[in-house]
Structures are given as structure tokens and as C-alpha cells.
């Protein structure tokens, strides 16, 4: 509220002047308001959902495994300090090391998917989404975490997987 001085404290015998009147504002309604906004919008507003990345795990009583020849596999080895290391195959081979960034490890993914599609050719299948029937790559990816690599490598890889069009990768 604003306050008003009252009686002027003048001598007597002297005009009295005229005092410029301090006002005082109290902001007390003003911050309930603030509180009272603030509060209405934090419960109208919709939080940020978190995101699932989907991911399909095989069942027991699914149809027998598969012998996969190694000029169709890569073998990606996820180290410490966001290092990948990589071989083309299934056996042990030495690996090339690189990291996560575009010039990295989606190079080295391009670069083994060309290779198998000039080998073997294109896949005729069926896009889940669409139904519609596309080519695709025979490119088998093995990601192996080793335990000083981070969960996010691993995720990391994972979307480097959707972003280069691998459909058949696994992590072992």
C-alpha cells in the first residue's frame, strides 16, 4: 500500500510549504501474482517425454542360427575414451582404431557396405514401415563393448546404425 505522511511540521507564523510526498509501493500483491503465474503455468505445460530407443532381441524359439560368411561381417570393438576399433571379418585380426565423429566410424561403415554390395549384390525387402519392397545392404555389424567403454558408445553406435542403413547388426 502507499503511505501518506499526515500534519506538516511547520513553524508557526510561516506558510507552510509544500512537501513532496513519498510514496512507498508494497509488491506483496505483485509477487502472489508472480507465484500464482508461475504455478499455473508449471501445471499446464507438458514435460519433456524421454526418448526409447527401440530394440528387437531374439526369442529361444526362434528358427535355428545362421552361419554368416565373414566377407559380410564387421566386427566393431568399443573401447575406453570413445576409441572404436574395427576389422573387417570374424576372426581376430588386428584392428584399425578411429572415433565416433562423421569422418570416423560412419566412413569405415560406408566403406564395408560398399564393399559387400560389390561383392554379393543387393537384398530385395520388405521396409517395416512402409511395407514397400527396397534393397538393402547384406552387411552383418558385430559391436562388441568392452568393460571400459561408456553406454553412450554404445548408443552411439546403435545410431550410426540407423543413419548408414544397416539392418542386420548385434551386439554381443
Known amino acids: 500500500m502507499a503511505d501518506i505522511p499526515s500534519a506538516s511540521n511547520a513553524p508557526p507564523g510561516r506558510k507552510p510549504r509544500a512537501h513532496r510526498m513519498s510514496t512507498r509501493i508494497d509488491f506483496t500483491p505483485m509477487v502472489d501474482l508472480g507465484f500464482l503465474l508461475i504455478t499455473f503455468f508449471m501445471l499446464t505445460t507438458s514435460l ?6 527401440a530394440l528387437v532381441m531374439p526369442d529361444d524359439s526362434g528358427p535355428d542360427k ?4 565373414a566377407s559380410k561381417c564387421l566386427t566393431l570393438i568399443l573401447g575406453a575414451h ?24 560412419r566412413q569405415v561403415i560406408l566403406n ?9 549384390g543387393l537384398e530385395l525387402h520388405k521396409d517395416p514401415k512402409s ?10 555389424v558385430l559391436i562388441k563393448p568392452e568393460p571400459g567403454s561408456r553406454y553412450r558408445n554404445l548408443v552411439d ?3 550410426e546404425m540407423a543413419i548408414c542403413g544397416v539392418r542386420y547388426y548385434t551386439i554381443m
Open 112 to 120: 564395408s557396405m560398399q564393399q559387400v554390395n560389390r561383392k554379393w
Open 48 to 53: 519433456a517425454k524421454p526418448s526409447l530407443m
Open 131 to 140: 511395407g514397400l519392397e527396397k534393397q538393402g545392404s547384406m552387411l552383418y
Open 66 to 69: 545362421q552361419d554368416i560368411q
Open 82 to 105: 570413445d576409441q572404436v576399433y574395427w576389422y573387417a571379418g570374424l576372426d581376430d585380426r588386428q584392428p584399425d582404431s578411429t572415433d565416433f565423429s562423421n569422418a570416423g566410424i
Open 157 to 159: 553406435a546403435l545410431d
